[in-house]
């Protein structure tokens, strides 16, 4: 999946045309009736992990604790996607929480969330427009109210970068929530998707990245180590191979697995 920092485009656009027929509530309340079918999609994959059982992602599957919580604000159409990388970070962090992002039915559960003063979200989202500049803050911020005692939350908007940016102006619920832009020079490793540039990185390594920043070193060295591990088993399964030797990322996992079995 792409993160809001992704300009790369994809089948579902960002805005309806003018003769488009609005969309109705039951419309968007409901899933979509028929899962995405993509190149590979007849693959025999894992039940659990998604990938090619050829090269299964179970067996370096390791969670990791962190004082940040991941809340996943997700397009419809990215559920079905086996390459997107939100999932990643919900299989390493237990307490990640995914919302299905729907325009006129928002997830009650969300709104409940959103509203609780144990936590203090921030949408993840470049600052490059006039209108929410007073809303855009930096990462001290996170710090600030990790130390007055709340846990900082970040929303990422889960989707290509046009499904981002719609999620982002047609949610009224976020609209007072503070702007966190991710500030990095990391270069995306992800290999699943053709971006616009290096720059622009996927969900999984924007909430590397975030995790990182924010103090959870731990935790974001695990989920990117899963991350690179999903990456290269997916791309390996691309050309019908097999990863033979672990890798350093598959090595560390593996022990990390053992230590918690022991």
Known sequence: MRDPHDSASSAADDSASPTTAPETSAEQASPPRREFKARGSFVRRCDECNLPALNCL??????????????LLTHPLEHYKPTNTGRLIRDVLPTTEVFTWYRTAPDPRLLALLADERYAPFVVFPDDQDDYAHRVVSMERVVARQCEGRIPVFVILDGTWRQARRIFRRSPYLAELPVLPLSTERLSRYRLRKAASAAHLCTAEVAVELLRQAGDEAAAGRLDDYFDVFNDNYAASRRHGKIEAPTPAMQRLLAARADTQA
């Open 58 to 71: 179970c067996p370096y599957r390791v969670t990791a604790d962190s004082r940040s919580r991941v809340w």
